[in-house]
């Protein structure tokens, strides 16, 4: 599904403590179940997640996946139930949490989902906190709070300075679903806090030209001329592709 409006499923395909042999088909299943969901394959990935439920109920694995997929069939209530299951068997693990939160989220139920990610913050280390934190900046902004969207994803930057990148990227694929206020709100906080990239110019660019902006398209693309004439992005701009 990618990144979309949060970080909506991490599974971790960890060794299960059943014999290899055992850990090895659950694993094999899930990742199958998994593989087909992101290309829509539902009847696939429908066969393949629930055998891997049938051959390890008590895996919380198995149940978040399961709960992903009845997300992405749109049945609620039972992506809740697996939720919950996943919730029972792993209550403290970070991705169970995030990963429910960003399912209340999704509802709507917007502090329910900030309950979750604060929880998940609390219980891990750098990265995982960047990922707890990035999740509540999404949500805030689905919810329409700016401001506290944008004081979160700075956090996230901050314990992962990776996240930049992903900041950037999610402002880009905005842009390509013509969700161009999101796109600009994150392109804004980037530009506030990180050092101006080819990527970063080049969706300026675009933007520029989208309000018929030459000015602002010139000023942007001698920019890019300066720090990154080497840039795919500065190949793009002198074939007018903007």
Not at 142 to 154: D, H, N, R, T
Not at 188 to 209: C, G, H, K, P, T
Not at 213 to 235: D, M, T
């Amino acid at each position: 599904m990618g990144k979309g409006l949060l970080i909506w499923l991490v599974v971790l395909l960890s060794a299960c403590s059943q014999s290899p042999e055992y850990s090895e088909r659950v694993q094999t299943r899930l990742q199958l179940g998994l593989e087909y969901l992101s290309r829509n394959e539902l009847a696939a990935a429908q066969r393949n997640l629930i055998q891997a439920l049938q051959l390890a109920p008590k895996d919380y694995r198995c149940q978040l996946a399961m709960a992903r997929y009845q997300q992405h069939v749109g049945d609620r209530d039972a992506a809740r139930r697996y939720y919950q299951n996943a919730l029972l068997l792993a209550g403290q693990n970070r991705d169970v949490i995030n990963n429910y939160g960003a399912f209340l989220c999704r509802l709507g139920q917007y502090n329910a989902a900030q309950q979750q990610f604060s929880k998940a913050a609390e219980l891990s280390g750098n990265d995982g906190r960047a990922d707890a934190f990035e999740n509540a900046g999404y949500c805030y902004l689905l919810a329409g709070e700016k401001y506290k969207a944008e004081v979160a994803l700075m956090v996230a930057t901050q314990d992962y300075p990776q996240k930049s990148l992903a900041l950037l990227a999610e402002a880009e694929r905005r842009f390509g679903k013509d969700d161009r206020d999101t796109s600009r709100f994150l392109l804004d906080v980037y530009q506030r806090n990180f050092a101006v990239s080819a990527e970063s110019l080049w969706l300026e660019i675009r933007f520029a030209a989208q309000a018929k902006h030459p000015e602002g398209v010139k000023q942007a693309g001698e920019q890019l001329a300066r720090n990154f004439p080497q840039s795919i992005q500065y190949l793009h701009f002198l074939a007018n592709e903007y």
